[in-house]
């Protein structure tokens, strides 16, 4: 018996109609109780029509060794010190694609100079690079006076250490330079400057430390703690005294030698209420009063009072610190009294910190810079201030 088929194609799949087949080769077992004589069975079968195409093998792109076998972990110490030595390796290729993006033979990438001395001129000290004489970035002589001869010596050196004359751009590698440049530079304004009239750079000196005086570092203490509150961490182990009691033994001496010593009869109280975080302003008086003497500072000990408040967030340090060391303060200090120095600045200005610090530890490579940094732009300040003129 002919078999009649007949296909079509809907989308590309091709579908086969139902056959007609004869009860012996039926796809069924004859057992089987639904396959009868004669019976239509449908089969549908698909079959695509996309023609198969080979896979197609990239190319192999990798080169070089297989990776290294993993290592074993490292100590604390040891991680730390290929962490550091990673930074290292990672600053001076920094530096050294820095100075390979100028132009070859530049004379930026070298030094120019050989020899830096100090000359004493009629008008002051003057350093020299070679024969060519050092200028601020106005091409004024760069001079100290005459009674800073220490002065003179640190700019030499400052100098003296510096590789390529790329680096003399960097304002914190020459940090004394640009602190007596800003120094000469509020001299100069000053004389041209009509009488009676402050200067635009001291008039900016000026309002940039009495905003500090609102906010000082010296004047914010911890709240006091009263018999409602918990047991104090901070007073745990080998500690007896609150935040609050060392900030205080630590301000009272410096608010008591500046309302004597300094500005005698002015009222200097803490700038945080109880139970607020909005600083208390200072009296009215207090502020003319402070402020009138900023305003009469010499051109040397104003530039150095402006990096002392910058560095220490703190107007009364930087002025105490200044008063210790200016030659145009004579007898400041009292003779057997301990001596306002780096050190002492220093830790009444970051008192807070190192207390947090010393509680929970401190962040490496962050708290031992700032703490160094600290400590170098205040020695700058001593070196600017201090003179022979008046010790």
């Known amino acids: 018996m002919p078999m009649k088929t007949s296909t079509s194609i809907s989308h590309g799949i091709k579908i086969m109609k139902p056959l007609s087949l004869p009860p012996s080769r039926s796809l069924f077992s004859l057992q089987s109780r639904h396959a009868t004589s004669h019976s239509y069975i449908p089969i549908y079968q698909?079959?695509?029509?996309?023609?198969?195409?080979?896979?197609?093998?990239?190319?192999?792109?990798?080169?070089?060794?297989?990776?290294?076998?993993?290592?074993?972990?490292?100590?604390?110490?040891?991680?730390?010190?290929?962490?550091?030595?990673?930074?290292a390796a990672l600053l001076q290729r920094g530096q050294d694609l820095r100075a390979s993006q100028m132009a070859p033979g530049s004379a930026m990438k070298k030094r120019f100079w050989k020899d830096v001395h100090v000359r004493e001129e009629a008008e002051g000290y003057q350093i020299y690079l070679d024969t060519r004489p050092l200028r601020t970035p106005t091409k004024d002589l760069l001079q100290t006076p005459l009674s800073k001869p220490s002065l003179a010596t640190a700019l030499a050196l400052e100098w003296d250490l510096l590789t390529s004359a790329q680096q003399a751009l960097r304002h914190h590698l020459i940090p004394l330079t640009s602190l007596v440049s800003r120094a000469l530079d509020i001299q100069s304004h000053d004389v041209s400057s009509p009488s009676q009239t402050l200067s635009k750079p001291r008039q900016e000196i000026i309002d940039m430390c009495m905003r500090y005086l609102d906010t000082d570092t010296l004047l914010c203490w911890a709240p006091e703690r009263n018999s409602h509150d918990a047991a104090?961490?901070?007073?745990?182990?080998?500690?007896?005294?609150?935040?609050?009691?060392?900030?205080?033994?630590?301000?009272?001496?410096?608010?008591?030698?500046?309302?004597?010593?300094?500005?005698?009869?002015?009222?200097?109280?803490?700038?945080?209420?109880?139970?607020?975080i909005i600083p208390?302003?200072?009296?009215q008086m207090t502020k003319e009063?402070?402020?009138?003497?900023?305003?009469?500072?010499?051109?040397?000990?104003?530039?150095?009072?402006?990096?002392?408040?910058?560095?220490?967030?703190?107007?009364?340090?930087?002025?105490?610190?200044?008063?210790?060391w200016s030659e145009a303060f004579p007898g400041a200090n009292g003779r057997g009294q301990k001596r306002f120095g780096i050190e002492e600045a220093a830790?009444?200005?970051?008192?807070?910190?190192?207390?947090?610090?010393?509680?929970?530890?401190e962040v490496e490579d962050t708290h031992d810079v700032e703490k160094e940094d600290l400590r170098r732009q205040l020695g700058s300040v001593i070196l600017l201030v201090g003179g022979e003129g008046g010790r």
């Not at 192999?60 to 930074?87: C, F, M, N, W």
């Not at 208390?280 to 009296?283: L, S, V």
């Open 46 to 87: 698909c079959l695509h029509t996309t023609a198969s195409k080979p896979a197609t093998p990239l190319p192999i792109t990798a080169h070089g060794p297989p990776p290294q076998a993993p290592l074993p972990a490292a100590t604390a110490s040891e991680d730390r010190v290929a962490r550091r030595r990673k930074q």
């Open 232 to 276: 104090q961490l901070e007073q745990s182990g080998t500690r007896t005294e609150s935040l609050r009691e060392i900030q205080r033994r630590t301000a009272m001496p410096i608010i008591g030698y500046l309302t004597t010593q300094v500005w005698p009869g002015v009222e200097i109280k803490p700038v945080l209420d109880s139970g607020s």
């Open 280 to 283: 208390a302003a200072q009296p």
């Open 289 to 324: 009063v402070i402020k009138g003497w900023i305003s009469g500072l010499p051109a040397f000990e104003l530039a150095g009072l402006e990096r002392a408040v910058l560095a220490g967030k703190s107007l009364l340090v930087g002025v105490r610190l200044v008063m210790e």
């Open 347 to 361: 830790e009444a200005a970051s008192l807070e910190v190192r207390w947090q610090t010393g509680m929970w530890g």
